[in-house]
């Protein structure tokens, strides 16, 4: 079901910049208008200004013009292109997506391939969570 954006983060998966923690991250997410934005983690000498796969495919899109994500596909490899796992958004890249979903549609898939996949909301992964119309 999800295999159009497993394999589209399979696909940018080698673009992966991670020299430092050798963890080689890639996310591919699917907007209200049915565009698709991916994106790989970009790591930086200066430790913390490197920024996640999941925050960069988000900043993609919303400069497309997107601000409504549906569903997002998150695959990784370790240096030896060792399988990683089920690698789950990290807790800054839930609260990103957290701004432009519903949390309760939202679909997140940590996949290995296109066919072993798990899949939870991000109300799942983010519980009683704080979004923008808080402020309003
Ligand atoms: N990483 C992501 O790209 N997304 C996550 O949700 C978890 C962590 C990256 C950040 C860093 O480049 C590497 O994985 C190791 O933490």
Redesign the pocket.
């Known amino acids: 079901m999800y295999e159009k954006l497993i394999n589209g983060a399979l696909e940018v998966l080698d673009n992966s910049y991670?020299p430092?923690?050798g963890?080689h991250?890639a996310?591919c997410l699917l907007t209200d208008t049915g565009n698709i934005y991916t994106g790989?983690?970009?790591?930086n000498a200066s430790y913390p200004a490197?920024?996640?796969?999941?925050?960069n495919a988000v900043a993609k899109a919303v400069s497309s013009g997107e601000r409504h994500i549906r569903s997002i596909a998150?695959v990784?490899k370790d240096s030896k292109g060792s399988d990683s796992g089920y690698?789950?958004?990290?807790g800054i890249?839930r609260q990103v997506l957290r701004e432009f979903s519903d949390p309760a549609e939202l679909k997140v898939i940590m996949a290995k391939s296109a066919s072993d996949y798990k899949e939870m909301t991000l109300e799942e992964l983010l519980p009683f969570s704080f979004g923008p119309e808080y402020l309003k």
């Open positions: 991670a430092y923690s963890f991250v996310a790989v983690n970009v790591e490197g920024i996640c796969a999941e925050c998150i990784g690698i789950s958004p990290c890249c």
